[in-house]
């Protein structure tokens, strides 16, 4: 295609570039540069099953293409011609662009250079001492995960370091791994704030000893990942008895594993999640954790991970201040709250003690916004990633909006709640509900296909 070749046409193409490798960014947050909103026209996405948006190498491309239609953003009238008959798509295996048209497929190697996203890209993030985010897509490589947290405002976040639904994954390229460090850089993210998410495969409480060799193969492969991409924490479920042995046994087996990968690593720190507690699977209480952390020998090595969604369905009721602070004592007590490392902050869709491990938009369960406000004013999960993992809509409207309300309640007192009555909190799960009702009317949610297969994860 022919175009002037200014600067302002070189970003236009290159900005371009980014958001057709970055599938479901909206790169034109409120406070972006009039430049960057120009270039961010029609866009639509095919729609792709959710493991499928989550899996960062995804084998089906055709499927995952984004298809982008751009003719209304070309100057020369011979340009608006051509791309009117002809729909763009990117190929997210190996970036390479195809230019589609109904009659013909051809490729086309890249011709212009990628024009990294820097932090004026974005909309201020907000500067308090709760570092909250979302677990962000990884389509396209890791790498993208940095662009893709920027964009919805997140000060942390967590991510998938392969495939979470395969026991193995291609290595990482050593450009993803270049690109994913300065962009955390320039993007001002800190390790600190980034929590990875296992496999939900791996089961290191498994007593088949070939079935537990393969989830520590696959657990030590993501560690290895980790550690290549200069990240801090890995956070992961600690499996299940299977039925078969005592839950005492897998405790023993899991901290085996913890041993051994640490002894094989050289830094991370395994991040044990509580769980809602089905059935057989380990750590829907804290004394699981306790028995497992008890057993592991380099303890600088090992941390927890405390889901708000979990602890509520396995039985812990934090609806109330008392609550979180008696829930929060019995962590003391049975693991201790030097090993809080990170939060996943999730509503419930099942109420309390019901077992179900079914995630919730933020003030939209059973949980409600007024817990989020306890939790949020407690000084001792400031500094530490609060990821929510709340059902995903495709334009990320929905994220944005509860990591903004979720942030206006970091800056509210007690005080100032009960001097409101919680008119506030009423108002504020209202702007939540809104978003979530118009992104549903407009077909965008794929969350339920996720919450559902989590459920089915350790077994
Ligand atoms: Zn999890
Ligand atoms: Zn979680």
Known sequence: MSEPDTSTTMLRRSTRRVAATLPHVALDPPGASKALRRVRTVS?????????????????????????????????????????????????VDGEEVIETKTKRRRKKKDVPELEPTLADFAPRPTNAWKLGAHVSAA??????????????????????????????????????AKFKSRL???????????????????????????????????????????????????????????????????????????????????????????????????????????????????SRVGVCLDTCHMFAAGYDIRTREGWSAMMDEFDAEIGLQYLRGMHLNDSKGDLASKKDRHENIGLGFLGLKTFHHILVDERIQNIPLVMETPQYDDNEVWRKELEVLNRLSGLSISEEVKTKGADLVSWTDEIQAVVKAA????????????????????
């Open 440 to 459: 549903n009317a407009a077909g965008n949610k794929k969350g339920a296909k996720v919450v559902q297969k989590k459920t089915k994860s350790v077994t």
């Open 185 to 299: 850089e320039t993007l001002q993210y800190s390790p600190k704030h980034i929590l990875p998410h296992g496999s939900y495969l791996i089961n290191l409480g498994n007593p088949d000893d070939e079935k537990r060799e393969k989830a520590y193969q696959c657990f030590l492969d993501d560690l290895k990942r980790c550690e290549q991409l200069g990240l801090h924490l890995y956070n992961f479920h600690p499996g299940s008895t299977v039925g078969i042995v005592s839950a005492e046994t897998s405790l023993t087996h899991i901290a085996d594993c913890l041993n051994r990968a640490h002894n094989e690593t050289s830094s991370i720190v395994t991040v044990i999640e509580n769980m809602a507690g089905a059935g057989n699977v380990i750590g829907g209480a804290f004394s699981d954790i306790g028995g497992i952390i008890r057993q592991v020998d380099d303890k």
């Open 140 to 177: 396209g490589g890791v790498e993208n995960t940095v662009v893709n947290a920027a964009s919805i405002g997140a000060n942390a976040f967590a991510l998938f370091v392969k495939s979470q639904r395969k026991w193995t994954g291609p290595p990482l390229t050593e450009e993803s791994v």
């Open 44 to 92: 639509k996405s095919t729609t792709v099953a959710d493991e499928e948006q989550l899996d960062i190498n995804p084998k089906r491309p055709a499927k995952k293409a984004k298809v982008e239609v751009d003719a209304a953003e070309e100057d020369s009238r011979e340009s608006r011609r051509k791309l009117t008959s002809k729909v763009r798509v990117t190929d997210e």
